[in-house]
């Protein structure tokens, strides 16, 4: 059987033959150009006309892909490449232009988990850092399936990568948050760190911290619906990142709201629990908690105005921690004034040091500091 496709093997060997020196550059003949041009043009994509045949499949309804043996598997094989295209910030702001993100929107309300999951994950790529696509998802309504999915899809995943679509869509874009909010959105979140799921957890921590950060009113929100004690549940979590990140949120509370004295009793109970556990660690896993070890500090020096025993037992700063990083650099570039230095001059100025007279006795007087050939022989006479 022929083999398909260029043969890679000879046009390596091709490119080596005129490319690696040993002969004068010559000019392609037009059967090596044409030979060349055609082996590279059968892999270049049109990323746009594929994006449109993709589209095309997007816009038929299921049950006609059904029958035409179309799995759920497919379209999970398609929705994988779309999201590689659409990598590119150009070609996910085309999405619209070509009507491929109303479709890719309607895939959220899909009856297979898999495709509901795995278009929430093209979103997230969409409109991460991309101010314009995430207007343009806001504006075709794309929001409502995604929090719907997110609050309540009975399928965990689908609604971990829904969560993690709305916190891009909503990133550094103040109506996103706004609607977040109106759509009982902390409520959701609350409902998140119930979960058994830890990366569910962790993604509705970050998102947590996020508007808390962003808005310090926030904190009144979470002070009300009970958040505080749930971070603190969590702060005890096995999970190191989970730790870290309830950590983090409880810091963001406490410097934005007032405990009341049964809060702060838990808040010192639970960082004293965590101090004596980061004690018996190893040095290891000293090393992998080291934000946790800064949190814990933090949150201690913030409660109760006064540094954490971390600081006495020297488990704060490790040794070495607060070193510079280490010069890798310097082994292949040097300072642009150092290079631009010639060694030559260098070496020429090092030899007229060298051949300078020492001279000893008085200085030369004011007639000899202006004749300078004069002073320098009288030194030598002398």
């Not at 309300?109 to 979103?123: L, Y």
């Not at 890798?328 to 030559?344: I, M, Q």
């Amino acid at each position: 059987m022929a083999k398909e496709g260029p043969n890679w093997d000879g046009l390596l060997k091709w490119s080596i033959a005129n490319s690696d020196g040993t002969r004068p550059t010559r000019n392609l003949s037009e059967e090596d150009r044409k030979w060349f041009m055609e082996a590279m043009q059968a892999q270049t994509i049109d990323v746009v006309k594929r994006m449109k045949e993709i589209t095309l499949v997007m816009q038929t309804p299921e049950q006609v892909l059904k029958d035409q043996g179309i799995t759920p598997a497919d379209i999970e094989d398609m929705l994988d490449e779309l999201q590689e295209h659409v990598e590119s910030i150009d070609m996910a702001n085309d999405l619209h232009s070509i009507g491929g993100l109303v479709p890719l929107l309607g895939y959220l309300k899909n009856s297979h988990a898999n495709i509901r999951a795995k278009a929430a994950d093209v979103v997230t790529t969409i409109v991460q850092n991309n101010p314009r696509s995430q207007q343009l998802v806001m504006e075709a309504n794309g929001f409502e399936p995604l929090v719907s999915n997110f609050s309540s899809d009975p399928d965990v995943t689908v609604r971990t990568k829904a969560l993690g679509a709305i916190s891009s869509l909503i990133r550094h874009n103040k109506p996103g948050i706004t609607a977040f909010r109106l759509a009982n959105g902390y409520a959701a979140l609350k409902d998140a760190l119930t979960s058994e799921n830890v990366r569910f957890q962790r993604k509705a921590l970050n998102l947590i911290h996020y508007l808390l950060h962003e808005n310090n009113s926030d904190c009144n929100i979470v002070n009300e619906l009970g958040f505080p004690r749930m971070f603190m549940h969590l702060a005890s979590s096995e999970d190191a990142d989970v730790r870290e990140a309830a950590l983090r949120s409880l810091l963001e509370v406490a410097r934005n709201s007032k405990e009341t004295e049964e809060d702060s009793e838990k808040m010192k109970q639970l960082l004293q629990e965590r101090i004596n556990s980061i004690s018996l660690m190893s040095a290891e896993d000293l090393g992998v908690v080291r934000e946790e070890r800064q949190l814990v500090d933090s949150l201690w020096s913030t409660c109760f105005n006064e540094p954490s025993s971390l600081r006495e037992k020297g488990l704060l700063v490790l040794p070495g921690e607060d070193a510079p990083p280490p010069d890798v650099a310097s082994k292949f570039f040097e300072p642009p004034l150092r290079s631009s230095v010639n060694p030559s001059s260098k070496n020429v100025s090092n030899n007229d040091k060298k051949e300078t007279p020492l001279l000893l006795g008085p200085g030369p007087s004011s007639a000899d500091t202006s004749n300078p050939v004069s002073s320098n022989r009288e030194g030598d006479a002398r």
